[in-house]
């Protein structure tokens, strides 16, 4: 990135007098604040925001745009987070006015294509997930892993016993026993087999009438297929447990293995990691919930229902969990990933996940001998490295930051927790072999830097537009808002 | 395939780098016995063309407010959202990054982040703010969450008049954690009954009251936390589902709210169907450390130039596993820059004009319809929002949608007792005669 | 690293100073150096009862989370303010402007159980650091 423009806070390019609203004529008398509400009216205009004119504000942000790597700028390779190609067509159709303006409370009848677009995605990710039924009511992947928890509990409490505890493996992510733990359970960590995978015979000695369910997410962080799973479920279910998948990963399996298919009772599908939603720097994601049929009671509500050509919202539901959201779920992400299930097909869906595999192992074999890894074995959509044989007290972090000097964004770093200095590769399909080469160039380099020039390397980054940012002091002093 | 670049000579080079024969191989891990068999039981891909076509059909088959005056409001209120907002908000470097985890490649993310802050913190009277929710119910429920951590606190006392679905998730949420949810009545103006609070307080680690209310009822705020108790206070939470009364009303903070939540999707969102939505959280800097969700902080780099990045990690669920303040990871980022740049164009001044606006409209369809004979249910101070009484509220809107009208929100479904309860919204687009048209059918049915 | 004697030690790393009823407690200079550059400290307030071995707070780097367990049983007499504004004294002095609580012992005789310098010096050693 080259020198940019040093951008100011919005309150500091405060200008009074100018004006970024466009605002139609009052067609009807006045009525003032303090006429309404007497001593609970506003008394002075709200200070916090600036006076600005359009033109302001758009180059203010366009500025700040400008400080942003993104998936349409390069290679985004950040492991298990699936930064993928975001479609323009996809961002073209929920913009339509048929879909962004209706109203949810509005009548049914009047918003049968909103009802249809749910019913349908509800159907293909039944489809993909090898699952009976859907909500897509979560807005996020923990959204979803907290409604799964909560249906697995509903199950319990309905055949005479929650249970206690929910078994998660150790390199799962920490949102899988902070769900577990909101859902009123205990979260007992237990550790990975040699192979990164689950310790069949551990799990078995484990496995009593106290465990609810145990969540884990295949393929692994590590990238690794847990090769057990059809025993994992037996074990489990032996004992009336439930598996809990979390499908952070699913873009390595589409069309070529289904967690319904494995006994899965339950799991959760990141539409902005699987099916190409964008990130939008944080959110807003979609975390629809896919279960099996004797899940299916539990459901939020409401669900949407098909009869005859008519579709509807199912509030009928006396067994439900109730809402875990204030409509219907993140409806224009939604529309979003249906136009992606669409424009794939049965074939294209199988081709990413095809590719994300064969991108990743790539990654993986060019890799190998300049990076240590992490785990060995065999793996799909993503590896992992380790710091392991970095010279001169060159650290994972330090690499990581050295990329951004070479125009990439930095891998997924520290995690999964169980391998030291974690670098934890993830390519997706929508990368060009060149581009990979590209990365596989500056890997290289920066191998030789620790070497040869380490402090070039510890300092990193030098030509972002900032240098190293102090967390200590941010944490130590906490300023979360601009003061005069 | 248009999104996947590798051709035919790509992919056996890269085999051959590999070492593997066929794509295939490199599934040898998963067992042959969970393979799937044949194509999955989804429709072939198409074209982009049919594509549009078959959203512009599903488009097509709803009703919207742009076509029809529109008076639902009941948590999602239709106000318009400037082209310049999704200028911004289509630009690929903020809509396809990630979460900013690695500050210096996300400085446009993060200062964004840190302006959302400040504009949210300043708009609710409080010291500090975090980076979004997922909508203001789970945000209403995460601060009870919160303050029965801070409190250790197992009783949640709630307004009956507390938006229903924002109660719905906060029972969702609390119900296994041991927490019990208490409501409290409303008193014929519309507004929490203040002795029934005062009695049902003892105990209660947190009081959540909507502001305005689901019936439009702007609480008195300053009343509530006044209120003698026997017994140490309840966190006040305030929860707004339609922000733009912040810029009418004292903000709750001065009023001695404690926290602040609610949803600020009328902040430049359209109403999309219930969602993506922005749940927001404002709090009192003694809460901070117990908040849910990401927040950014400003500091300096290395060569002391100031700088953004995510702070007070340690709260959250990558670290701190299940003791985490919340298992939100993904939140509503463009949401939220949605409503950055909406506020830094609105201003002070267009906030406020846009404010009165929807004060005066609500006030002019309030005014028509009690001439023609539809009494207001309360008679609490209300903003864009209000309640009356039409009998019949099943039927009305199936009638009004006839005559080409989208019609307000019954709340029979909600509260039962309010039989002829009908909630009308009035926003900055709707029309003097589209109230004067309403005004009359409704009177002619009342 | 700096194992002051005089000081008795845990096995997670906290040091205890008694003098007469008063038992003066922090984290040690190698537990300082472990957790990096700590931000923030979570402490007991007075008046808040301990117990020897149980945790009775948490301190904070960017990063991670460390539960401090109290090494003596007995009541909170003082938390150090300070540490509030200036975390950061656990690392730059951790066995003095870096202290944490002073507690009123219930049993002055508890500390004896815990190790002394030399004993932690060999357990730290030992422990493959």
């Known amino acids: 990135m080259s020198r940019q423009i040093e951008e100011k806070l919005l309150f500091e390019l405060d200008h009074p007098g100018r004006n970024g609203a466009s605002l139609p004529k009052c067609d009807v008398p006045e009525v003032s604040f303090a006429d309404a509400f007497g001593p609970l009216a506003r008394k002075e205009e709200p200070v916090a925001l600036p006076e600005l004119s359009e033109v302001d504000v758009i180059r203010h942000f366009t500025r700040l745009s400008a400080c942003n790597y993104s998936v349409d700028l390069g290679l985004y390779p950040l492991g298990s987070c699936t930064m993928k190609y975001n479609p323009k067509i996809n961002e073209a159709v929920c913009r339509y006015e048929g879909l962004s303006g209706v109203h949810p409370l509005q009548d049914e009848a009047t918003a049968q294509g909103a009802l249809e677009l749910m019913h349908a995605l509800q159907e293909s990710l039944c489809a993909i997930s090898g699952m009976d039924a859907c909500t897509l009511q979560p807005a996020a992947g923990a959204h979803g892993e907290f409604t799964g928890m909560q249906l697995i509990r509903a199950y319990h409490e309905a055949k005479g016993n929650p249970r206690k505890i929910v078994l998660i493996p150790d390199s799962a992510h920490g949102t899988n026993p902070a769900s577990a733990h909101f859902a009123g359970y205990a979260v007992e960590e237990f550790k990975s087999g040699a192979d990164g995978c689950v310790d069949v015979e551990a799990l078995k000695a484990r496995m009593n009438e106290e465990v609810a369910a145990i969540m884990l997410t295949v393929p692994n962080t590590l990238g690794i297929f847990e090769k057990n799973i059809k025993a994992v479920c037996e074990i489990l279910h032996a004992k009336g447990g439930q598996v809990y998948i979390d499908g952070a990963n699913l873009n390595a399996l589409m069309g070529v293995t289904r967690p319904g298919d494995w006994g899965a009772d339950v799991m959760h599908i990141n539409l902005h990691k699987t099916f190409s939603t964008p990130h939008g720097g944080g ?42 959201q204030g409509f219907y779920g993140n409806f224009l992400v939604l529309a979003r990933a249906l136009a992606y299930i669409e424009t794939m097909g049965a074939e294209g869906l199988k081709s990413a996940s095809e590719l994300a595999v064969l991108n990743a192992n790539y990654l993986r074999a060019k890799l190998t001998g300049k990076l240590e890894l992490g785990f060995d074995g065999p793996t799909l959509h993503e590896v992992v490295f380790c710091d392991k044989g970095m010279p001169n007290g060159v650290t994972t972090m330090d690499f990581a930051k050295r990329l951004i000097d070479y125009g990439f964004h930095p891998p997924t770093v520290y995690f999964p927790l169980i391998v030291h200095g974690a670098i934890m590769i993830e390519p997706t399909e929508t990368e060009p072999k060149e581009e990979m080469d590209r990365f596989v160039e500056a890997v290289e380099k920066i191998v030789a830097e620790a070497r040869e020039t380490p402090d070039l390397v510890k300092k990193a980054p030098h030509e972002a537009y900032r240098k190293r940012l102090d967390e200590v002091a941010a944490a130590r002093n906490p300023r979360l808002v601009w003061k005069r | 395939m248009h999104y996947l670049p590798a051709s035919g000579e790509d992919v056996k080079n890269m085999l051959g780098a590999v070492g593997a024969k066929s794509v295939d191989d490199l599934f040898s891990s998963i067992p042959e016995e969970v393979k799937l068999r044949g194509p999955l039981p989804i429709p072939s891909g198409l074209a982009e063309a049919e594509v549009k076509e078959r ?208 949803d600020a999707r009328s902040f430049g969102l359209p109403v999309g169907f219930g969602g993506p939505y922005l749940g927001f959280m404002t709090a009192k800097k003694e809460l901070m450390r117990q908040m849910p969700g990401r927040i950014c902080g400003e500091t300096v780099d290395a060569d002391g130039r100031r700088g953004f990045v995510l702070t007070l990690t340690t709260r959250e669920q990558h670290i701190r596993r299940e003791k985490a303040t919340s298992n939100i990871c993904s939140n509503e980022g463009l949401c939220m820059l949605a409503a950055t740049v909406y506020l830094a164009l609105m201003g002070r001044k267009g906030l406020s004009e846009l404010a009165r606006q929807n004060l005066s409209k609500a006030h002019y369809l309030k005014g028509a319809l009690e001439a023609n004979g539809v009494k207001p249910l309360f008679g609490g101070p209300v903003f864009n929002e209000f309640a009356v009484s039409v009998k019949g509220s099943a039927k009305v809107n199936g009638k009004l949608f006839k005559k080409g009208i989208i019609g307000g929100y019954p709340l029979f479904k909600d509260y039962p007792k309010l039989k002829n309860g009908y909630l009308l919204c009035a926003t900055e687009r709707t029309a003097k005669e589209d109230c004067d048209k309403l005004a009359s059918i409704l009177g002619g049915a009342a | 690293m700096n194992i002051p004697s005089g000081l008795r030690y845990t096995k997670t790393h906290e040091w205890v100073k008694i003098e007469g009823q008063t038992g003066t407690v922090g984290v040690s200079d190698f537990a300082q150096h472990e957790l990096g550059d700590i931000v923030f400290v979570e402490a007991p307030q007075p008046g808040d009862g301990v117990t020897a071995g149980a945790q009775m707070g948490t301190v904070e780097s960017v990063k991670a989370v460390s539960e401090l367990n109290c090494p003596i049983s007995g009541t909170v007499a003082e938390t150090n303010e300070a540490l509030a504004d200036h975390p950061e004294y656990l690392n730059q002095d951790p066995y003095g402007a870096g202290w944490i609580v002073k507690v009123t012992l219930s049993d002055a005789k508890e500390a004896e159980g815990l190790m002394d310098a030399q004993a932690y010096a060999k357990y730290v050693a030992e422990s493959g650091h």
């Not at chain 1, 807003?284 to 098909?306: Q, R």
């Not at chain 2, 929710?133 to 995460?142: K, R, V």
């Not at chain 2, 009251?209 to 017994?231: H, M, R, T, W, Y």
Request: aromatic share 10%; charged share 20%; proline share 7%.
């Open chain 1, 283 to 324: 959110g807003p994601g979609a975390g629809p919930v896919a279960c099996k049929a004797h899940l299916e009671p539990f459901l939020p509500v409401p669900i949407v229902v098909k009869k005859e050509e008519r579709y509807s919202f199912d509030y009928e539901r006396p067994m439900s969990i109730g809402k875990v």
């Open chain 2, 55 to 262: 959203f512009a059909l599903r488009a097509a088959r709803n009703t919207v407010a742009s076509c029809f005056p529109c008076f639902l409001g009941a948590g999602a209120y239709d106000h318009y959202v400037p082209a310049a907002v999704d200028a911004i908000l289509s630009r690929s470097e903020f809509y396809t990054s990630y979460t900013p985890y690695q500050p210096e490649m996300a400085q446009g993310t993060l200062q964004a982040i840190f302006e959302f802050q400040t504009m949210m913190a300043g708009l609710t009277g409080m010291d500090v703010s975090n980076a979004s929710l997922y909508d203001g119910a789970s945000a209403t429920a995460e601060a009870a969450l919160m303050a029965s951590r801070l409190r250790k606190g197992r009783k949640i006392l709630v307004a009956r008049s507390l938006h229903p679905s924002y109660r719905a998730v906060l029972r969702t949420y609390v119900k296994h954690l041991g927490l019990a949810v208490e409501e409290v009545p409303f008193g014929s103006d519309g507004r929490v009954d203040l002795s029934a609070y005062a009695k049902a307080a003892e105990g209660a680690c947190i009081f959540l009251v909507g502001q305005p209310n689901f019936f439009g009822v702007v609480e008195d705020v300053k009343a509530i936390s006044s209120v003698a108790l026997n017994s140490e206070k309840p966190i006040l939470a305030v929860a707004v589902a339609e922000t733009l009364a912040l810029a009418a009303l004292e903000p709750p903070g001065p009023q001695g709210a404690d926290l602040c939540v609610g």
